[in-house]
């Protein structure tokens, strides 16, 4: 997500999406065809033959659990989560996104298979500059391993998040571009479904990500309205315009959004907080969802919502519940339901 969780490894996040039921994961050799002067349709998720591409952010962790502690949710809660989230209602979410090949991500996987639950995955593997060779080859060995091991479950692998762009803590340099296009390779040659990377799309609209992106299945985008100073009556435009450019400079490319939502509460004077001028509340997320959510199924972009629940290890436990890397959810950390899901999806409300 944005510069406030760059410094964090392993940060845990899935995102969940779209509507339907049990089915085979998506694999190359199923990519939509291009239409319309489209490009083809990589990554195409679906279940029971309905597109699920409509996606939001999960973690795992409840309150005192956190990826600096090696927490490991328990299966009740992933449960949980999980159930609520896939409810039969106005929405269901059914594609989960993980950004580390770790024991955190493995447990989930593990009770969407065991409880045979509606969902697909986009499986990280957690890459840092300020990681170890030898760490971050562990990644890429585990987020293989883990595409091997549940090919019903992962639809996709996403190689690293927000490594490339300028202000990212754990960022690699364009002298790192072999070795990490060997990475991709690597994957590439020992599973079977699409890879990628996620990245800021300060990082997508510079020259020098041309020779990364020509080594991927598919692009994932973030891009944050809130984060880059935007006020709420043009959020969604805002976000239209950057995915539509960063489209045109890769027109041969699918465009997913991996990131973007919008955060309940902010604290301007903690750190770069400072950039965000849009209101942070339940109604003002519960508007941009509206809108956004429109905007996704008019243009059917596959996509991650930022996120399911509020996380409160997230911009540090030391910091106040009120900054706004606690506060992206939809649901807040005990799992009660915001403003947004009262207003949108009114099923999955009335499970509170």
Request: glycine share 6%.
């Amino acid at each position: 997500m944005m510069k406030l969780i760059a410094s964090l490894s392993f940060a845990s996040v899935l995102l969940l999406a779209g509507c339907g039921m049990t089915s085979e994961a998506d694999q190359k050799s199923s990519a939509t065809p291009a239409q319309d002067n489209q490009p083809q349709q990589v990554f195409n998720p679906t279940i029971d033959g309905q597109w699920i591409g409509l996606g939001i952010s999960y973690g795992s962790y409840r309150d005192g659990e956190s990826p600096h502690k090696a927490s490991v949710s328990s299966e009740a809660d992933i449960l949980e989560d999980l159930t609520i989230l896939t409810a039969k209602g106005t929405k269901s979410w059914h594609l989960i996104r993980m950004y580390g090949a770790d024991p955190a991500s493995e447990q989930v996987l593990r009770v969407i298979k065991k409880h045979q639950l509606p969902v697909r995955v986009m499986q990280g593997a957690w890459l840092s500059g300020h990681q170890t060779e030898q760490k971050n080859q562990e990644q890429i060995d585990e987020v293989i391993r883990l595409a091997n091991e549940y090919p019903e479950i992962i639809v996709a692998v996403n190689a690293g998040n927000e490594i490339f762009v300028d202000w990212s803590w754990h960022k690699f340099g364009q002298q790192d571009y072999d070795q990490y296009i060997g990475w991709i390779h690597q994957i590439k040659q020992a599973v079977n479904v699409p890879v990628t990377l996620a990245d800021d799309y300060n990082f997508w609209n510079k020259p020098w990500s041309q020779a990364i992106a020509a080594e991927l299945d598919f692009i994932v985008l973030h891009a944050y309205a809130m984060w880059n100073s935007q006020t709420l009556d043009n959020a969604v435009s805002w976000t239209a315009n950057i995915y539509d450019d960063i489209q045109a400079r890769y027109p041969d490319k699918q465009i997913v959004l991996g990131e973007s939502g919008w955060a309940t509460s902010s604290i301007s004077s903690n750190g770069d907080e400072r950039l965000i001028i849009g209101e942070a509340s339940e109604r003002a997320q519960a508007v941009f969802l509206q809108e956004y959510t429109a905007w996704l199924e008019q243009r059917q972009i596959a996509s991650f919502l930022f996120e399911a629940f509020d996380e409160k290890w997230k911009g540090g436990e030391d910091k106040p519940d009120g900054i706004a890397e606690k506060n992206w959810g939809i649901f807040r950390s005990d799992r009660t339901p915001k403003q947004a899901v009262a207003a949108y999806f009114p099923t999955l409300a009335e499970r509170d």
